[in-house]
């Protein structure tokens, strides 16, 4: 089975700031690894995923990550965030190979960005 | 292209009440379909799915089931509502890759 902890519930920030937000998963199979945003009271839309290769993902409205084996990692960064980025961010991960490809979430992580 | 619809938008429910949701696809065949639940302040919940026409899973036992009678629809009901069923419920699909993509949800108040 497979768990998803996102350690910071609630992460505020000033605009054109940097941030990270935090994900640590725990499996014992190989992953697929997501983050998801969602603004006020619409459904999760995909902003990356990283599935093998380059542990460096880039994402839409600038957004990336890495994903850090060793450490069981897959953190999100923005180097400036902006006022329309205000939303919750969740982790997502789902174990590789046949079934009905299940996703995991963790808690969600609820950005708040300060002008 | 790939969409996802989902009707109600809103409800407002007594308690006791009976629950019809629906979920359609289109662009896709032969989906599998997905049920979550957003508690107020929780992550996403998976509740059902199904890989197929009349085969449906669920993950956690409770209050509400799951139907799908064609391909690309997929209903949760419940025949009597609880408190505890407030939330926001959302239905996705699978698109490759093990990625789902989500639909707009349903926010469900039961008074």
């Known amino acids: 089975a497979q768990s998803v902890t996102q350690l910071d519930s609630q992460v505020p920030v000033f605009e054109e700031a940097p941030v990270e937000l935090r994900c640590n998963y725990s499996s014992s199979v190989s992953v697929y690894l997501f983050w998801y945003v969602q603004y006020p009271n619409q459904g999760l839309q995909l902003l990356l995923k990283?599935?093998?290769?380059?542990?460096l993902v880039k994402g839409i409205n600038g957004f990336e990550a890495e994903f850090n084996k060793s450490q069981t990692s897959f953190h999100l960064r923005k180097p400036s965030v902006h006022i329309s980025d205000t939303a919750e961010y969740f982790c997502?991960?789902?174990?590789?190979?046949?079934?009905?490809?299940?996703?995991?979430f963790g808690q969600g992580t609820r950005l708040t960005i300060n002008p | 292209s790939q969409t996802i619809h989902q009707w109600p938008a809103t409800l407002v429910q007594p308690v006791g009440s009976p629950l019809s949701l629906e979920c359609t696809v289109e662009?896709?065949?032969?989906?599998?379909l997905y049920w979550y639940r957003q508690a107020a302040g929780r992550g996403l919940q998976l509740l059902f799915y199904s890989v197929g026409i009349g085969q449906i899973s669920s993950e956690v036992p409770q209050n509400l089931s799951a139907s799908r009678p064609q391909d690309r629809q997929f209903i949760l009901s419940s025949k009597k509502l609880l408190l505890s069923d407030s939330g926001f419920y959302l239905c996705?699909?699978?698109?490759?890759?093990?990625?789902?993509?989500f639909g707009p949800g349903t926010r469900l108040t039961v008074l």
């Open positions: 662009g896709t065949s032969n989906p599998n």
């Open positions: 996705a699909f699978f698109v490759g890759h093990n990625e789902q993509f």
């Open positions: 997502a991960v789902s174990a590789l190979g046949k079934g009905a490809q299940k996703l995991v």
């Open positions: 990283y599935l093998s290769g380059s542990t």
